[in-house]
């Protein structure tokens, strides 16, 4: 398969320069620390070259931690991507199961799994665009580690953050009748990936944005603390694509998840220049990095008329049903639809 134009990139990969092997792990790491050094400060913390980093959330606060993990040739392909553009799409990606539960991401560790002829200024510019990506969001980088692999580039992100005491969006919160909504637009990051793994130079500006939400995901943790501050308590991030997502929701729910076709937020010419394939796209394709959220019916409309404008936007997309699993329709009350594929699932 021909790689992805690079006059598309900047400064992508292999720009040239030594090597890690020829650097040395002691300078790497000098170098990383002086990188992250200059982005947010860390909260209630300082970077004293300890083993470990010591934090604990506000008092009244409780703390919040995941972790995520890109992987070269599965997450990213290097001549698809800019070195800086990977490190801020690591923290995204990791900060955005943070979001999905309500939480102000605070503090963050990195790993870095790479062969000894990687190139060390791409190293450096990996994380530079991480350290940019969570300055942004009021977040250090406060620690991490580097090793030496036989195997694919990885880049490891631990985020931590705090959410009121007995306070988050939870998966399990929702109940039979509950309006489902989404954030944002469905479907744009795996358009792009399409149009990526075609090697297709975009057309026009829409496709332009399809692969930039495949390489540089959106951070909805604005949104998802304005959700918990609104008294939503049933939400989750859609990683792996609306259709699995839901159906996780559902079943911690205890509930079956509908969804109506018609009402999928999408750009409109997702529909038109991927025919029948577009509700794969934005049902099953994955990494939209959106959230989604169970209402209570009485509280829906209240939440869309007072939601901020600069947020990304809510859209009502189905609801939760008694039963089990998910029912794709073409309209609320409408016909049942086929599922589509989803393509977001590792180890399938």
């Not at 791409?122 to 977040?139: F, K, M, P, T, Y």
């Amino acid at each position: 398969m021909p790689a992805f134009p690079r006059a598309l990139l900047r400064n992508g990969f292999g720009a040239g320069g030594p090597t890690l092997a020829e650097v040395g792990e002691r300078a790497l790491v000098e170098r990383l620390i002086e990188i992250a050094e200059g982005g947010a400060e860390p909260a209630g913390e300082d970077r004293n070259g300890d083993d470990a980093a010591v934090w604990r959330p506000p008092p009244g606060h409780d703390l919040a931690v995941s972790i995520d993990a890109v992987v070269e040739d599965v997450d990213f392909r290097r001549d698809w991507i800019s070195p800086r553009q990977l490190g801020r799409k690591a923290f995204t990606v990791a900060a955005s199961d943070l979001a999905g539960m309500g939480a102000q991401v605070v503090n963050c560790v990195a790993t870095l799994c790479a062969r000894g002829s990687e190139q060390f200024e791409d190293v450096i510019e990996i994380q530079r665009g991480l350290c940019e990506a969570a300055a942004s969001c009021g977040c250090a980088l406060i620690g991490g580690d580097v090793s030496a692999i036989d195997g694919p580039l990885v880049i490891d992100v631990c985020v931590t953050g705090s959410l009121p005491a007995g306070r988050a969006l939870r998966r399990s919160a929702g109940r039979e009748g509950d309006v489902l909504m989404v954030s944002g637009v469905l479907g744009r990051a795996a358009a792009g990936l399409r149009l990526l793994r075609e090697s297709r130079v975009p057309a026009d500006l829409v496709e332009t944005r399809w692969i930039e939400a495949q390489l540089q995901p959106p951070s909805r943790l604005a949104e998802g603390r304005r959700l918990l501050d609104a008294g939503v308590l049933c939400g989750g991030d859609v990683s792996d694509g609306l259709l699995l997502d839901a159906a996780r929701t559902a079943r911690a729910c205890g509930c079956a998840a509908e969804l109506w076709a018609d009402s999928l937020p999408v750009d409109a010419p997702l529909r038109d220049r991927f025919g029948r394939e577009w509700l794969e796209l934005a049902g099953g394709g994955g990494e939209d990095f959106e959230l989604l959220v169970a209402v209570a019916q009485q509280d829906a409309m209240r939440l869309l008329t007072g939601w901020p404008a600069e947020l990304a936007p809510l859209t009502a997309v189905g609801m939760l049903r008694a039963g089990s699993g998910v029912q794709l329709l073409d309209r609320r009350d409408g016909t049942h639809l086929p599922m589509p594929a989803s393509a977001a699932e590792h180890f399938t």
